[in-house]
């Protein structure tokens, strides 16, 4: 059975630019930014640059952030809807790769029970999940909130993704591999927090209207990672590439715009710029790409559908250029996952 295609009918978001999906694609789409000096002093002792969530207490530590930072940004996604059937929906989560310290892999086998605690609410208790795979598992997350759908064991799915760096081993992980944006290395990450939740449903209902479609999912892995001293040809995030293209029935020409989870580093921008010289095979005046970590700096598991929250609520603000849009995300563990997502069709609008 071919997979199906999906639409999203509403997103939420937490980020240090916005405590709602609204509010914070309007910063990123102003360019703004809520970067500042952290109480924590990288190994010359120097302070380091981060961008927090300002409601959270800056001594809240490391699973609770976490765990605020789901339930807000479902909050946000749910937009106040009470009523029963919540029990029916599946909840499924993106969190930091295992090898992260300081990421939320640990939190895993108890983060759904108490973000619904958090809530007061229970989700599905058979099929929610949390994925451990850092920015590609929010996409891995939305493939099995595919397959569910598809198989109609749930009428919706809330697919969410949700890190942060902002502890002491995150930031000693990230300057031990020289990652870490400091006065001394440029080619670095701003460490940050953020949260982003998509409801999608095999179809818009009467009361809800499509914000986007994903038409295409597309996974692979990368051997060359940003950890080690591999030759980079891009050739895991081409092959995730093209997989989406060809579930979607589409070639790389038809896309008009990408975005990234790049946030800051050579590496990342090196695999962006081949991926897309391989991708696209004709000659095209512009492809835009648009960046969330320029205004929440590095987000890690959040980064994915951070993405596909910024795109929906471009599309239904009517400033994201062209129909189609590439999301990509990369991982620091080498699983690479692109999506190919659709503007709602405008009216009178034909063909696919």
């Known amino acids: 059975m071919s997979a199906i295609r999906v639409e999203v009918t509403?997103?939420?978001?937490v980020s240090s630019v916005g405590l709602s999906a609204v509010s914070a694609c309007a910063a990123m789409r102003a360019g703004?930014?809520?970067?500042?000096?952290?109480?924590?002093?990288?190994?010359?002792?120097?302070?380091?640059?981060?961008?927090?969530?300002?409601v959270l207490p800056r001594d809240l530590g490391r699973e609770e952030r976490l765990v605020d930072l789901l339930a807000m940004a479902i909050a946000d996604a749910l937009g106040g809807e009470a009523g029963t059937g919540w029990e029916q929906v599946p909840l499924l989560v993106a969190v930091a790769e295992p090898?992260?310290?300081?990421g939320g892999a640990t939190l895993a086998g108890e983060l759904v029970a108490r973000v619904e605690r958090r809530l007061e609410r229970r989700f599905h208790s058979g099929l929610s999940r949390v994925l451990t795979g850092g920015s590609a598992a929010g996409f891995q997350a939305l493939e099995a909130a595919r397959k569910v759908l598809g198989e109609?064991?749930?009428a919706a799915c809330l697919v969410c993704g949700?890190?942060?760096?902002?502890?002491?081993?995150?930031?000693?992980?990230?300057?031990?591999h020289g990652r870490l944006k400091s006065p001394r290395?440029?080619?670095?990450?701003?460490?940050?927090?953020?949260?982003?939740?998509?409801?999608v449903e095999p179809r818009a209902g009467a009361s809800r209207q499509s914000l986007a479609t994903i038409e295409g999912l597309g996974f692979a892995r990368e051997m060359a990672t940003v950890l080690n001293e591999e030759p980079l040809r891009a050739d895991g995030l081409v092959k995730a590439g093209r997989a989406a293209l060809e579930d979607a029935g589409l070639?790389?020409?038809?896309?008009?715009?990408?975005?990234?989870?790049?946030?800051?580093?050579?590496?990342?921008?090196?695999?962006?710029?081949?991926a897309l010289t391989r991708l696209l095979r004709v000659k095209r005046e512009s492809l835009p790409l648009w960046l969330c970590a320029e205004s929440l700096g590095e987000v890690g598991a959040a980064a994915s559908l951070c993405q596909l929250v910024r795109l929906?609520?471009?599309w239904q603000r009517g400033y994201a250029p062209g129909a189609r849009a590439m999301c990509f995300a990369s991982s620091v563990s080498g699983e690479r996952a692109v999506a190919v997502v659709r503007r709602p069709k405008q009216a009178g609008e034909a063909g696919r």
């Open 32 to 54: 703004l930014s809520a970067f500042e000096t952290l109480a924590y002093r990288d190994n010359a002792r120097k302070p380091i640059t981060g961008s927090p969530v300002a």
């Open 99 to 102: 090898g992260r310290p300081g």
């Open 152 to 154: 109609r064991r749930a």
């Open 10 to 13: 509403a997103t939420g978001m």
């Open 185 to 199: 290395n440029a080619d670095g990450v701003i460490p940050g927090e953020a949260a982003a939740c998509v409801r």
């Open 312 to 314: 929906a609520q471009a």
């Open 162 to 176: 949700v890190d942060s760096f902002l502890n002491a081993r995150s930031l000693l992980w990230l300057e031990e």
């Open 251 to 274: 070639r790389m020409e038809d896309v008009e715009l990408r975005l990234s989870d790049v946030s800051g580093e050579l590496y990342a921008f090196k695999e962006q710029t081949l």
